[in-house]
């Protein structure tokens, strides 16, 4: 059973700081790996992806990737009240589908 | 990304009944995908649907119960059947866009409510 793991939270942190969101998964066959923003009542909102070992940035976001240790990380950098949202990790499985991992609630403190 | 839409956005059905979601994409993609989120849960993958063939099934998910149809490259229905208040839950189709392999893009889901 492939299975994705995440801390579920909630994870407060005040704004202007980093909110660090981590991510293992079981299976070493995955390749690529989602990052997913959800806020209450809205569908997911796909963020980040990446596919190679180390860091990849884009804004105020980075993920990370470490395939050996089977870990993903999402940085998110002078975080705001807006950045408040559930994050969902998510790994390929051979292509054909997603494993969602059960989501991090964030909360960002004014 | 792709504009998705799904209908109905909401409903509220009797036990036993059967709804059908449609949803619709502005431009052609290979795979459809249907998910379930209960309240405060994650995404469970129902079913893949790819045109032109049999919909794929998840463990715990069978057609009788979860039947789906893609009749082309831009649209797919899941009907929900014989509906229990178990299955109360958010529907959400989502699609592979081509040229962008490996991204799904979610449309806005259907909230589903059975009494």
């Known amino acids: 059973q492939k299975e994705v793991e995440q801390n579920s939270g909630p994870l407060s942190v005040p704004e202007g700081a980093i909110a660090s969101l981590n991510c293992t998964y079981s299976?070493?066959?995955?390749?690529?790996f989602f990052w997913y923003r959800q806020y209450s009542g809205k569908s997911p909102e796909l963020i980040m992806f990446?596919?190679?070992?180390g860091d990849k940035e884009d804004g105020r976001f980075t993920a990370q990737l470490n395939k050996a240790s089977q870990y993903v990380s999402l940085l998110i950098r002078d975080s705001q009240p807006s950045d408040s949202a559930t994050y969902l990790c998510?790994?390929?499985?051979?292509?054909?589908?997603?494993?969602f991992g059960p989501g991090t609630r964030l909360s960002v403190l004014p | 990304s792709a504009v998705i839409s799904q209908k109905p956005s909401r409903d509220i059905c009797q036990r036993g009944t059967s709804l059908t979601i449609q949803c619709q994409v502005d431009?052609?993609?290979?795979?459809m995908f249907w998910y379930r989120q209960q309240p405060g849960q994650s995404l469970t993958l129902i079913a893949t649907?790819?045109?032109?063939?049999?919909?794929?099934?998840e463990s715990g998910f069978v057609i009788d119960k979860f039947p789906i149809s893609r009749p082309n490259l831009t649209f797919s229905t899941l009907t929900v059947s014989n509906m229990s208040p178990e299955d109360s839950s958010i529907y959400l189709c989502?699609?592979?866009?081509?040229?962008?392999?490996?991204?799904?893009?979610f449309g806005p889901g259907t909230r589903l409510t059975v009494t």
């Open positions: 998510a790994a390929d499985n051979y292509g054909q589908n997603f494993v």
């Open positions: 990446i596919y190679s070992n």
């Open positions: 431009s052609q993609v290979t795979m």
């Open positions: 649907a790819n045109q032109g063939s049999e919909a794929t099934y």
């Open positions: 989502s699609v592979d866009i081509p040229d962008r392999v490996g991204e799904q893009y």
């Open positions: 299976d070493r066959g995955s390749q690529s």
